[in-house]
């Protein structure tokens, strides 16, 4: 069974920094990729950023672009995703997702982690 574990939300000024890990098990993920989104309240899920598995490759949303940094650790099976100049618009519910598929970046995952607060304060 894949299991998706976030940790390192919190609370935090803006300006400040956070680093997100999602460590994975059950699996790895081949060719695929892995991703992290976020959920504000009463907004959609958004993309945030994703990288491949097979060459490290990343792809990032415009909003967190030059803030936000996405990389990997093969050998712990483990996502990071590290948070800097945070504004509070960076508050959400952040998730952590997982696909063995082919990656198309910004959807198609199918292993979903539980998800762990960010709030940037003003």
């Known amino acids: 069974q894949v299991r998706l574990a976030e940790s390192g939300g919190g609370l935090v000024q803006a300006g400040g920094s956070l680093r997100l890990s999602c460590a994975a098990s059950?699996?790895?993920?081949?060719?695929?990729?892995m991703a992290w989104f976020r959920q504000a309240p009463g907004k959609e899920r958004e993309f945030i950023s994703a990288?491949?598995?097979?060459?490290?490759?990343?792809y990032y949303a415009d909003s967190v672009k030059g803030r936000f940094t996405i990389s990997r650790d093969n050998a712990e099976n483990t996502l990071y995703l590290q948070m800097n100049s945070l504004e509070p618009e960076d508050t959400a519910l952040y998730y952590c997702?997982?696909?063995?598929?082919?990656?198309?970046?910004?959807?198609?995952?199918?292993?979903w982690g539980q998800g762990i607060q960010v709030t940037v304060s003003s």
């Open positions: 990288i491949r598995w097979t060459d490290s490759r990343t």
């Open positions: 997702a997982a696909t063995a598929r082919q990656l198309y970046w910004n959807r198609g995952y199918e292993y």
């Open positions: 059950g699996r790895t993920f081949g060719s695929g990729g």
